[in-house]
């Protein structure tokens, strides 16, 4: 069976879909993925010290 | 967003293995090469949508999976091929492209603009190795689903049409028959759907043979490594435009009127810049959550919406390709109305929310550039007609596009009935649609004395007449700016609403959607049935003015009187300019502009 996108990971900074590849780190206490490094640096200087735990708000959980 | 041939492209300082002048040969035969691939699609393909409306984007990437040229046809679509190729591409894997091949996906979860956007890459191969790839996203004009043409009220992508995964069509230049099977067995218009995407995949052939001229000139070594030198002058470019605008964050909010399923409901679009130093983060948090119909935006509509906004601010002339867009960073949070998930439909996003998200940017940049503008008309005049064409009894599909009246700017009155500027295609010609489709233009014109008053005032928007010549035409609608007005700036005033009505042979009142035929919706709605004789008027927005009207030059207001745009009225109610026999009085003119009249 292939993954529908409802099954795949999103970008906890940007919020694209990871349909391959991505980073994966732990954030808020949780892993999430991110499509890139500058998506991880915009996420802890930017979106996390703005908006607390709400940033990850709408990210799926990494299905393992 | 017209780039110039001559841009003032000037090689590293460091860098002394570049050879400036081939630099520029070699990025103008790429863009050169993307134009060329234009006019094929416009002389090859079956649809309006292509040959007249140009709804089409032809690019390059290079073998990092990054744009390096583009020729300027759709924006929407050109900043959206920075997610929906490289996810394309390596959801098949480049272990199993070979030379030949041609991906194909339509998919808006995975990086596309909404389903009737089909994209297809072709991976350019050298001694066996990929250099390059060749890129066409078009817009389909039917993809199967409840209504023709695509745009309505849908609940979710089932209703909107059908979706393709990252799928191989071509296969070592054969077609993959059960994909093209699949395609004309889920569409209205099989013929011209075929037709078309042959020559979006024709596009990619003459692009490869273009692409070869250049490698066999001048070497594979040196077509790797000056395309990473053409990316990395825009990045520079882009990052000293950056780094003149004031550090800080700017904020503005914008909203679509209704989603075309709950009734007075607005959908809010928040925006904040964050400038910091040469990099620019575009976050959209805080915006409201996905709606219930099609208005929702993709993640690469927005992240498109976000590109356009900052290239209309750039002053001065930039190379379009992957290395403008690497300061920018897009925020979003997923399932919202900038970010939507699965299921949720998303067709309306990316032609009548997508203006609206750049128009709030814009309204962010107001604060720290005088480039920015009013508000545009916001919306693209998405109607779609369908039936049976009486003349080859052949369903048919016919999506209509309309211009509207652009936001006055700083120096600048709003352009007069012109498609969005994130979409840059053509208003639907009189000639073409009466051609091929059971349907008369009764009237078409610039509609007056309704327009964004200003210093600059807005555009104006049109007015058409349709009468239709057979029965069971089926028409569904995703329009904006029925309620919500394109919002004026510094003290100019907004623009006017968009119309849509229906007359019944012989009668002489003119309904609305939500009156008329119990929708919720004046714009967005599907399933209105119009008979032979029968009519629909369609007027669309105007945009909104910039700066106090009382400061607008009197003769541009004498002029406006003159061509019938504005009464003599509102030259003396509303710009305060005083025409006596036809020419301006300047003495009671300024008695009046000064308070003294």
Redesign the interface.
């Given at each position: 069976m292939y993954p529908e996108v409802s099954e795949m990971p999103k970008c906890g900074s940007c919020g694209k879909l990871l349909n391959v590849g991505g980073i994966e780190a732990v954030r808020l206490e949780r892993p999430v993925m991110f499509c890139s490094e500058r998506c991880i640096e915009v996420f802890d200087t930017d979106k996390e010290p703005k908006y607390g735990s709400a940033a990850l708000d709408g990210v799926p959980e990494i299905a393992r | 967003m017209t780039e110039s041939a001559t841009s003032p492209v000037a090689p590293a300082p460091d860098d002394t293995q570049t050879d400036p002048f081939l630099l520029e040969i070699v990025r103008n035969h790429l863009i050169t090469t993307c134009r060329e691939m234009g006019i094929a699609m416009m002389r090859t393909s079956y649809s309006p949508m292509f040959n007249e409306a140009l709804d089409f984007t032809c690019v390059l990437f290079d073998a990092d999976l990054e744009m390096i040229a583009q020729a300027p046809f759709c924006p929407a679509q050109i900043g959206t091929t920075v997610?929906v190729v490289p996810?394309a591409v390596?959801?098949i894997g480049l272990e199993n492209l070979d030379p030949g091949d041609v991906i194909f996906t339509n998919?808006p979860?995975?990086?596309d603009n909404h389903l009737p956007e089909f994209c297809v890459i072709k991976p350019y191969f050298h001694d066996g190795e990929i250099l390059a790839y060749s890129i066409n996203i078009a817009h389909m004009t039917d993809i199967g689903g409840m209504v023709p043409a695509a745009f309505g009220d849908h609940r979710n992508t089932f209703q909107e049409g059908i979706r393709f995964?990252p799928v191989k069509v071509y296969e070592r230049d054969q077609e993959v028959a059960s994909i093209f099977k699949i395609l004309i067995s889920n569409v209205r218009t099989p013929k011209s759907s075929y037709g078309d995407m042959k020559a979006m995949i024709g596009s990619l052939y003459l692009a490869e043979r273009r692409i070869d001229e250049l490698v066999q000139r001048h070497g594979a070594d040196t077509f790797r490594r000056y395309c990473r030198e053409i990316k990395d002058v825009s990045e520079r470019l882009m990052r000293e435009q950056i780094s003149r605008w004031p550090d800080g964050e700017y904020e503005a909010e914008g909203v679509i009127e209704d989603d075309g399923v709950v009734p007075d409901r607005a959908w809010a679009i928040k925006a904040c810049l964050?400038v910091r130093g040469d990099e620019l983060?575009v976050?959209f948090?805080g915006t409201d959550p996905q709606c219930f119909g099609s208005a929702n935006q993709t993640?690469g509509t927005t992240?498109s919406a976000a590109y356009n906004a900052v290239l209309h601010m750039y002053e001065g002339s930039i190379p379009y390709n992957h290395g403008a867009y690497r300061p920018i960073?897009?925020?979003?949070?997923?399932?919202?109305f900038v970010?939507v998930?699965?299921?949720a439909a998303s067709v309306g996003g990316n032609s009548d929310t997508h203006p609206t998200t750049v128009d709030v940017l814009l309204r962010a940049f107001a604060q720290i550039s005088d480039r920015s503008s009013a508000a545009d008309g916001g919306t693209c005049g998405c109607i779609g007609f369908g039936g049976e064409n009486p003349v080859t009894g052949e369903p048919y599909a016919h999506l209509h596009l309309e211009g509207v009246g652009w936001g006055g700017r700083a120096r600048h009155d709003g352009n007069d009935s012109q498609f969005v500027k994130n979409g840059n295609c053509a208003n639907t010609q009189v000639e073409v649609a009466e051609t091929r489709y059971p349907l008369l233009n009764l009237e078409y014109q610039i509609e007056p004395n309704a327009v964004g008053h200003g210093k600059h005032r807005g555009g104006f928007g049109t007015r058409r007449v349709f009468r239709f010549e057979s029965d069971g035409v089926n028409i569904a609608s995703h329009t904006n700016r029925h309620e919500a007005k394109a919002w004026g700036l510094e003290d100019g005033h907004d623009g006017t609403n968009t119309l849509i009505a229906f007359r019944r042979a012989g009668e002489t009142e003119w309904v609305r959607a939500r009156e008329g035929f119990g929708k919720p919706s004046e714009g967005k709605f599907s399933g209105i049935v119009m008979n032979d004789g029968d009519e629909m008027l369609f007027v669309t927005p105007s945009g909104g003015g910039y700066g106090d009207p009382l400061e607008r030059d009197p003769d541009l207001v004498l002029l406006d009187v003159r061509e019938g745009l504005i009464t003599a009225e509102v030259a003396r109610d509303i710009y305060g300019v005083v025409l006596v026999d036809g020419t301006v009085d300047v003495a009671a003119t300024n008695a009046l502009r000064n308070g003294d009249g």
């Open positions: - | 997610h996810s390596r959801e998919d979860y995975r990086g995964p964050v983060i976050d948090m993640f992240a960073s897009v925020v979003t949070q997923p399932g919202t970010n998930s699965y299921p």
